[in-house]
């Protein structure tokens, strides 16, 4: 069975700082890994897709890396802002559930402070 | 509409109660997610339809869920016989497909559940 796991669970930077969040998962063999960020009352917001033959996406400020053979992902947010204050979980899907099933991590919550 | 939007936002119940949440996808969509968010947790998947059938429940928790999509578009998660337990936010996504290796679901705000 798929496990997803998110270090750290909480974290409080001061505005500016680089920041990493970390995303592993037990089984190698998957489709895809998604960062998704979500706010309080509010749905998740897709930032970044990997497939699983890439080894990173960037968009903005954000980049996310792929291990596959690691079972490993992570977040860089650069330059962080407190707009960026929110939880952000990473999930994957695996083969063999089908091409449609998410498996979540349990997320880290991320404060930025002013 | 523009996005994937949920009815009603928050409902409060008793325990033994029956209650239904809504999800209306994005207009063309013909995959329709549901997972369901306790406090503290990620996301965990439900049920996934492809059209009006449903192409895997295998994460529904027993059969007191049931959820059905009649005509390809709206879906209706069913809950009976509410347990203090099933207290959660439960999301609806959906995505163009269900069937390609690319295949990105876009989630709504959620339902919060209280059972009291």
């Known amino acids: 069975k798929q496990e997803v796991t998110q270090i750290p669970a909480a974290l409080s930077v001061p505005e500016g700082e680089n920041l990493v969040l970390n995303c592993s998962f037990t089984d190698s063999a998957i489709y895809n890994l998604q960062w998704f960020r979500q706010d309080p009352g509010k749905g998740l917001t897709s930032l970044l897709l990997?497939?699983?033959?890439?080894r990173e996406q960037t968009s903005g400020r954000l980049n996310a890396s792929l291990d596959k053979s690691s079972g490993r992902s992570t977040l860089y947010i650069a330059a962080s802002q407190p707009g960026d204050s929110a939880t952000y979980l990473c999930a994957v899907r695996p083969p063999n559930t089908g091409f449609q099933k998410l498996v979540f991590g349990t997320g880290t919550r991320l404060l930025v402070s002013p | 509409g523009a996005g994937v939007s949920q009815t009603p936002s928050n409902k409060v119940t008793e325990k033994g109660k029956y209650v239904e949440l809504r999800c209306d996808p994005i207009s063309g969509h013909t995959a329709l997610y549901w997972y369901r968010q306790s406090l503290g947790q990620g996301p965990e998947f439900l049920i996934y339809?492809?059209?009006?059938?449903?192409?895997?429940d295998s994460g529904l928790p027993n059969d007191r869920f049931f959820a059905v999509r009649p005509e390809g578009s709206v879906s209706t998660l069913k809950i009976q016989r509410t347990e203090r337990g099933d207290s959660a936010v439960y999301l609806c996504a959906s995505s163009l497909n269900g069937g390609t290796t690319y295949n990105e679901q876009f989630f709504g705000p959620g339902t919060r559940l209280t059972v009291l």
């Open positions: 990997i497939q699983s033959s890439q």
């Open positions: 339809f492809q059209g009006t059938g449903a192409a895997d």
